[in-house]
């Protein structure tokens, strides 16, 4: 078998549900709805973050970075999406498909450990009421979420260099809407067990460690949570941990089946529905989770709204 990529640079051809035109129309507009909320919910979130004062907490320091980086999760895949969906072609150049593919992989990575870090912070401030602005400084707190940034890339790096080696023979169709790895994956007309070893050991490293420290933190915070007294303070415990594990439970959850099963055992549109869901759904469930269950954010913005009015009448 020829094996050489003569067509390394060819455009790709993402196929999505092309068979389905009537479905790719409800699922184009579901999609832009979905992608304005995005761009105005985490919006807000970075905004009253750093506009208000009572919010200069390292919370939602950590929650402006995850929505800074559903942000810009969304940006590098929606626009293009849209744009096959909406337009005659469904092809993306070469270069368009590596950068969608490696920040894809990138943004995904790195919010995986965010995730674990804002676990530890949410652990901090329960268990450890008392020494919280101690332990959680803001060196410290930087110094996460740097290492969750570079964790993220280093992954990206490897991922997308090893991948995009493989021969794919002139396959150029993309069983899905976006460039991701497990569509990639299939247009090689060889079969890599160092890549395949790879991915396990990574998935390992980026999903089911953090996410065992995420439910090792939780199962230490319910039993503090179980000794507080106060019911107001034992409701905000809930609320702020809920909301986060709320969060965590939808990213992890869709995420782990997708990357840690055996690729065959995926279905075509199964697996099209779930890249859909945590590349569209999640970042934009995101600041709605943390905003209707989160007093502090909505005061936040009835104060800085309020503070505006004022001006504006002076």
């Known amino acids: 078998m020829n094996t050489n990529n003569g067509s390394a640079t060819a455009d790709f051809i993402l196929l999505g549900f092309s068979d389905q035109p009537q479905v790719e129309h409800i699922i184009s507009g579901v999609v832009f709805v979905f992608y304005i909320v995005t761009l105005v919910g985490n919006t807000t979130i970075i905004l009253v973050s750093n506009l208000d004062s009572q919010l200069h907490t390292p919370m939602y320091f950590f929650l402006s970075n995850l929505s800074f980086l559903d942000l810009c999760y969304a940006t590098s ?12 072609t469904k092809s ?7 950068l969608q593919f490696f920040f894809a992989l990138d943004f995904g990575a790195t919010e995986c450990l965010l995730l674990a870090v ?13 020494y919280y602005t101690i332990v959680m400084h803001p060196q410290l707190c930087q110094k996460m979420v740097l290492t969750a940034w570079l964790g993220g890339l280093g992954s990206a790096l490897i991922l997308c260099s090893l991948t995009l080696k493989l021969p794919r023979c002139g396959h150029r169709e993309v069983d899905n809407f976006i460039c991701e790895m497990p569509a990639l994956l299939k247009l090689a007309c060889v079969y890599s067990k160092v890549i395949e070893v790879i991915v396990y050991a990574l998935g390992v490293i980026f999903l089911l460690v953090p996410l065992s420290l995420i439910l090792l933190s939780y199962a230490i915070i319910t039993q503090a ?4 007294k106060s019911t107001a303070r034992w409701r905000k415990v809930l609320n702020t941990c809920g909301s986060h594990l709320t969060v965590v439970t939808l990213f992890y959850g869709t995420i782990i089946y997708m990357y840690m099963k055996p690729q065959n055992s995926t279905s075509e549109d199964e697996g099209k529905f779930l890249t859909l869901f945590y590349t569209i759904v999640t970042p934009t469930l995101n600041p709605l989770i943390y905003t209707l269950r989160n007093k502090d954010v909505k005061n936040a913005v009835k104060r800085i709204l ?6 504006a009448k002076s």
């Open 306 to 311: 309020y503070v505006r009015k004022c001006s």
């Open 225 to 228: 949570v179980m000794r507080i």
């Open 92 to 98: 993306i150049t070469y270069g368009g498909c590596v």
């Open 77 to 88: 895949i929606i626009p293009q999406m849209l744009v096959n969906l909406w337009g005659p």
């Open 118 to 130: 804002m676990a530890y912070d949410r652990y901090a401030a329960v268990c450890q009421p008392l």
